[in-house]
């Protein structure tokens, strides 16, 4: 016959997996960079929607029926993205999208230098193709984007951070 362990008192262990105290903290540095250079961007090719559209259609890689529509549409959905992430509402999923999208942006960039065509990538604004003489920056924005997936991920990964609606909602 077994006989059950005698009760003691206190808490039982918790299951959550344990995070340093800073790694909210480091979490609010890259939701709010993150969130700002969305943002940026998205502002930047709202206030010239034309050129976001040359920017999209300068890479030659989506059809050019959904051209128009990526064009016009990317800057609100940068927009929204930065929002959630400044506020920190809805963050695992808000960076899930960002960290995508910067894929996506990553292999256009790729796509385009690897075609040799000598374009501006339009990240922040302007784009399409670039005058004679002008020569395109690739590895820079390639770069950029790849901290940027990181941070992403990060978030992603470990979503509760400091000063967020998820933490005032208790969403994490």
């Keep these: 016959m077994t006989t059950a362990p005698p009760v003691t008192g ?16 480091l979490g609010l540095v890259v939701r709010l960079t993150l969130g700002v250079v ?9 206030l010239d929607l034309p050129t976001s559209v040359r920017a999209v259609r300068a890479f030659q890689l989506l059809p050019e029926a959904i051209v128009p529509a990526v064009g016009y549409a990317l800057p ?13 509402l809805i963050t695992r999923y808000a960076a899930i999208v960002n960290g995508l999208i910067m894929l996506g942006f990553i292999f256009g960039i790729s796509w385009a230098w690897a075609k040799g065509l000598n374009i501006d990538c339009g990240c922040f604004g302007g784009g399409g193709e670039l005058a004679a003489g002008q020569e395109a920056e690739y590895l820079v924005p390639l770069l950029r984007d790849a901290v940027i997936v990181l941070g992403s991920a990060y978030l992603a990964w470990f979503p509760p951070t400091r000063f967020s609606l998820d933490e005032a909602l208790d969403l994490n």
């Design 10 to 25: 206190g808490a039982a262990p918790s299951l959550a997996p344990r995070h340093p105290s800073w790694m909210p903290w």
């Design 38 to 46: 969305a943002g940026w961007a998205g502002i930047a090719k709202m």
């Design 76 to 88: 609100m959905v940068e927009i929204i993205l930065a929002i959630l992430l400044i506020t920190g």
